[in-house]
């Protein structure tokens, strides 16, 4: 700004006669960024596809990437971050309520059920608190918070109530 008067930097480059020189250094910047993230892509889908010769598979990542960029597809890109912290905040706080708290309460025990039904409705309820919390306040953490939190009370009840009711019997007691 002193040295134009200018609060633009695109402004104040091109004033000081650097705009090609400029130019050169933001397409080196993102191609040192793209160019990871397209090996990246390409490998992923290697693992895939085995059979697909490497320079292929990034060659068929970049073409898709670009043809997605073309469809306007970062317009969503925003609504769909926010939906997956939405979601990932509250398996976050099951994963580690079960590491640190459930696993010490009541042990190590491995269960046979297929589907840990405590989680689901615990990241659920998160969930939907999260959804309908005030902008004001931190979601995320509001949903890491409560979805630990229904996930220990939860556990607790369906452990008790999985528990055999022991009887005991009047006959030779004293």
């Given at each position: 700004?002193?040295?134009?008067?200018?609060?633009?930097p695109v402004?104040?480059?091109?004033?000081?006669?650097?705009?090609?020189?400029?130019?050169?250094?933001?397409?080196?910047?993102?191609?040192?960024?793209?160019?990871?993230?397209?090996?990246?892509?390409?490998?992923?889908?290697?693992?895939?596809?085995?059979?697909?010769?490497?320079?292929?598979?990034?060659?068929?990542?970049?073409?898709?990437?670009?043809?997605?960029?073309?469809?306007?597809?970062?317009?969503?890109?925003?609504?769909?971050?926010t939906l997956?912290?939405?979601?990932?905040?509250?398996?976050?706080?099951?994963?580690?309520?079960?590491?640190?708290?459930?696993?010490?309460?009541?042990?190590?025990?491995?269960?046979?059920?297929?589907?840990?039904?405590?989680?689901?409705?615990?990241?659920?309820?998160?969930?939907?608190?999260?959804?309908?919390?005030?902008s004001q306040?931190?979601?995320?953490?509001?949903?890491?918070?409560?979805?630990?939190?229904?996930?220990?009370?939860?556990?607790?009840?369906?452990?008790?109530?999985?528990?055999?009711?022991?009887?005991?019997?009047?006959?030779?007691?004293?």
């Amino acid at each position: 700004m002193i040295a134009t008067g200018d609060w633009n930097p695109v402004v104040v480059v091109q004033n000081l006669g650097m705009g090609i020189p400029a130019l050169f250094f933001i397409l080196f910047a993102n191609w040192t960024t793209n160019h990871n993230l397209l090996y990246s892509s390409g490998m992923a889908l290697l693992n895939i596809f085995p059979r697909l010769k490497r320079w292929k598979s990034t060659f068929i990542c970049g073409i898709l990437g670009t043809g997605l960029a073309l469809t306007g597809i970062v317009n969503h890109l925003e609504s769909w971050l926010t939906l997956l912290s939405y979601i990932f905040s509250p398996l976050l706080g099951v994963v580690l309520a079960e590491l640190l708290m459930v696993g010490f309460v009541m042990g190590n025990e491995k269960s046979a059920v297929a589907v840990n039904f405590s989680a689901l409705i615990a990241v659920g309820m998160a969930v939907v608190i999260e959804i309908f919390l005030p902008s004001q306040y931190a979601a995320s953490l509001a949903g890491l918070t409560t979805a630990a939190l229904i996930y220990i009370l939860l556990k607790n009840v369906f452990h008790r109530l999985s528990k055999p009711n022991k009887t005991y019997c009047c006959r030779g007691s004293r």
